[in-house]
């Protein structure tokens, strides 16, 4: 990782572009923002199509421009922004410009899926300070991102729970984050809402249940993906790219209480742990004020009141995604992209009642079995990748619909 990082006490307020700001991230990021008035300031926020909502953000946090990726040119709309001091732009292609947007310090890279890929780009080939929630980025062009990073000098700082934990407890040398001593990761996953759930079960539960998250308040995606495990498997493709360790030393356990976010293992024998209340405040703040500590807003950990700690190896039987996206990395080249995109349809495909929740792993399986792995080194490669393993999954999904029929 690219850690050539600075106080943010500056003479003025940081800009702050936010990159899906009506999503469970944005409203986190803004509340903290809003904390911290003398640090940050709202320049951008964007929404796929949620207008009403997104107008609201913006009269509220005084933003100077917003984008509507998902939403066609109108008038009507631009001018009751306008009425509230903010210009408005549309399409997908004005979020690369709002990342790569010179006024902007700051980047907040919150967009759920494949749909934030280009624009986290856009932000990391500008040099931003770039806060990373957005994991797909990360899994579909691991190599090529971490490039433009490179190349462009970006200050890149993850914002997932488990990957800020682990940038937390690595040593850093004048402010980059080091392998120095570092023996493996341990990632933690609570094990979702259908951890101790008879395997014979599975077959009939409903997109309510799944996105029932015992201990996290999130989307309805990602609900589900840390239901499947998946989430935890792309985690392990982003934590290979963030800190440049191999497969075999990224473990993954099954931590129901959801208070130990991370972990790292010395060759001496050492293990460090980074703890807190499950609240995405906390990794936020954290990246937000590096190398200085704020105030996230995040209640206090009582560890009297925890009681107790448990940790526990996931079941392959249970969790196949996660064996499938340790495949994945293996593999190499697109077939992470393939992963995520067949996961996108297979979850649609669930959560919109066509598809068994024990079928999405099939889906998944058979996408990368179908969509044969190339190399990953250009954009464009990357989105026909995407493209080709969507309309796999989706061939896969109105099969199995058929003979479920």
Request: with cysteine; glycine share 10%; net charge neutral.
């Amino acid at each position: 990782m690219n850690q050539d990082l600075r106080s943010d006490r500056a003479s003025r307020p940081r800009a702050l572009a936010l990159l899906g700001a009506t999503g469970s991230v944005g409203a986190n990021t803004l509340d903290v923002v809003g904390r911290h008035p003398d640090r940050y300031r709202i320049d951008t926020l964007t929404a796929n199509s949620s207008a009403e909502l997104l107008l609201e953000l913006a009269r509220r946090h005084r933003a100077r421009r917003a984008v509507l990726a998902g939403v066609a040119e109108d008038s009507a709309l631009r001018r009751r922004f306008k009425d509230a001091g903010c210009d408005l732009l549309f399409g997908a292609h004005a979020l690369g410009q709002a990342a790569a947007a010179p006024e902007c310090d700051v980047v907040m890279a919150a967009i759920v899926g494949a749909a934030g890929l280009p624009a986290t780009l856009a932000a990391a080939r500008a040099g931003k300070r770039l806060l990373l929630a957005n994991k797909e980025a990360l899994v579909m062009s691991g190599p090529l991102f971490m490039r433009a990073v490179r190349d462009a000098g970006a200050v890149l700082l993850p914002i997932d729970s488990e990957h800020n934990a682990v940038f937390q407890c690595l040593p850093h040398d004048g402010g980059r984050a080091s392998l120095r001593g570092v023996r493996r990761i341990v990632l933690t996953a609570s094990g979702g809402p259908f951890r101790a759930t008879p395997l014979e079960r599975l077959a009939q539960v409903t997109p309510q249940e799944a996105c029932a998250h015992p201990n996290w308040v999130m989307g309805r995606k990602i609900s589900v993906d840390s239901a499947t495990m998946m989430n935890k498997g792309l985690e392990v493709i982003e934590a290979h790219w963030l800190f440049g360790l191999e497969p075999e030393r990224i473990e993954v356990v099954i931590h129901a209480q959801s208070i130990v976010h991370s972990l790292v293992e010395y060759v001496d024998g050492s293990m460090l742990a980074q703890m807190s209340n499950p609240d995405m405040r906390v990794p936020i703040a954290h990246a937000l004020g590096f190398p200085e500590r704020i105030d996230s807003g995040g209640r206090a950990l009582d560890l009297g009141a925890v009681g107790s700690l448990s940790f526990e190896r996931p079941d392959a039987a249970r969790f196949p995604c996660l064996g499938l996206a340790y495949g994945a990395l293996r593999a190499g080249g697109t077939a992470p992209a393939v992963l995520n995109a067949a996961n996108e349809v297979a979850v649609d495909a669930f959560l919109g009642g066509r598809l068994r929740y024990t079928a999405i792993a099939q889906v998944i399986g058979d996408t990368l079995d179908r969509v044969a792995s190339a190399p990953a080194q250009e954009l464009g490669a990357i989105l026909e990748a995407d493209g080709r393993a969507r309309r796999a999954a989706a061939d896969c999904v109105a099969r199995l619909m058929g003979q479920a029929a």
